[in-house]
């Protein structure tokens, strides 16, 4: 079973920045948060991971908090092509367990 | 294009028939994954490859499943016997280490009649 918990859905007007909330209040000190996404009919894509701290790339940041039971993913300026389910998880090792993610729509 | 590769990218078969489906990682990754995705689901951990050792098998694999990468570059998954409930996604990731990014190939698509 995934570890973490987010809401089914969330909507983000073009041009706004999308704040993509995570729940993974049993995490465990050896364990990662990465992010991925996945638009319709195509596999999952990486967007970002982090362990304790802050981490930003050219996709997204990911804030942490600071006892590391939750995290937010950031998109600052969400597109019409961001529109996707998106994947928080947990991971230790090999072991990558996604949950049903987070369907962002992206409206104009 | 070097992303994962994946073949064929839709599959039709009868109850009770065997299929396999391959996938070809990128060039350099050592670690290869195979995950299945059912309809509204996230994609579930089936097994794992470092070069052509099998690591790792979910409760998921039945023994009707098997995967195989025999030189260490290109896996196959078998499904033997299959079943309506084996309809899915099949998808296949490789990395280069065990905390570096996965990259997903596009899937195959399983409709078992």
């Known amino acids: 079973d995934a570890k973490t918990t987010q809401p089914p859905s969330m909507d983000c007007a073009e041009g706004r920045a999308a704040n993509l909330p995570c729940n993974h209040s049993?995490?465990?000190?050896?364990?990662?948060v990465y992010w991925y996404r996945q638009i319709h009919s195509q596999g999952p894509q990486y967007i970002i991971h982090?362990?304790?701290n802050n981490e930003t790339n050219e996709m997204a940041s990911l804030i942490i908090t600071e006892d590391r039971k939750s995290s937010t993913l950031i998109l600052p300026h969400a597109t019409l092509r961001d529109t996707a389910v998106y994947y928080c998880?947990?991971?230790?090792?090999?072991?990558?367990?996604f949950g049903a993610g987070t369907r962002l729509t992206v409206k104009p | 294009d070097t992303g994962v590769s994946q073949n064929p990218r839709h599959k039709i078969t009868k109850r009770g028939q065997n299929v396999t489906f391959r996938c070809d990682p990128i060039?350099?990754?050592?670690?290869l994954y195979w995950y299945r995705q059912t309809l509204g689901q996230g994609p579930e951990f089936l097994t794992y490859?470092?070069?052509?050792?099998?690591?790792?098998k979910s409760r998921l694999l039945s023994d009707r499943f098997s995967a195989e990468r025999p030189k260490g570059s290109f896996s196959t998954l078998e499904i033997q016997r299959t079943e309506q409930g084996d309809s899915a996604m099949y998808l296949c990731?490789?990395?280069?280490?065990?905390?570096?990014?996965?990259?997903f190939g596009p899937g195959t698509r399983l409709t078992v009649l």
């Open positions: 990731a490789s990395s280069s280490r065990v905390y570096n990014e996965q990259f």
């Open positions: 049993t995490i465990s000190g050896n364990e990662y």
């Open positions: 982090g362990l304790k």
């Open positions: 998880i947990v991971r230790e090792g090999n072991d990558m367990r």
């Open positions: 060039s350099e990754h050592n670690r």
């Open positions: 490859f470092q070069n052509e050792a099998q690591l790792e």
